[in-house]
């Protein structure tokens, strides 16, 4: 740690074999939520692997959300 420089963190999430309706998504609000509350600002990217289930909806959300935003998660496919 760096003295008055902000540390910048990736989140990766697996979603392998796990479909829109099957995400526990208390778990994941409540992952989230602590992650916004004690590291606000320090996310660099979310990488997210395997994620057929949200990438179907990413669509219609995005539309919502700044460019600089969009630019931070980043969806992996298979074989990236």
Same mark, same amino acid.
């Given at each position: 740690?760096?003295?008055?420089?902000?540390?910048?963190?990736?989140?990766?999430?697996?979603?392998?074999?796990?479909?829109?309706?099957?995400?526990?998504?208390?778990?994941?609000?409540?992952?989230?939520?602590?992650?916004?509350?004690?590291?606000?600002?320090?996310?660099?990217?979310? &990488? !997210?692997?395997? %994620? @057929?289930?949200?990438?179907? #909806?990413?669509?219609?959300?995005?539309? &919502? !959300?700044?460019? %600089? @935003?969009?630019?931070?998660? #980043?969806?992996?496919?298979?074989?990236?």
């Amino acid at each position: 740690m760096v003295p008055y420089h902000a540390e910048k963190y990736n989140l990766i999430m697996d979603f392998n074999h796990i479909s829109f309706s099957d995400i526990p998504y208390g778990y994941l609000y409540d992952a989230l939520e602590k992650i916004n509350n004690y590291y606000c600002g320090n996310s660099e990217k979310t &990488f !997210l692997f395997n %994620s @057929q289930g949200i990438k179907n #909806i990413w669509k219609m959300v995005s539309f &919502f !959300l700044p460019e %600089s @935003q969009k630019k931070r998660i #980043i969806f992996v496919d298979k074989g990236e």
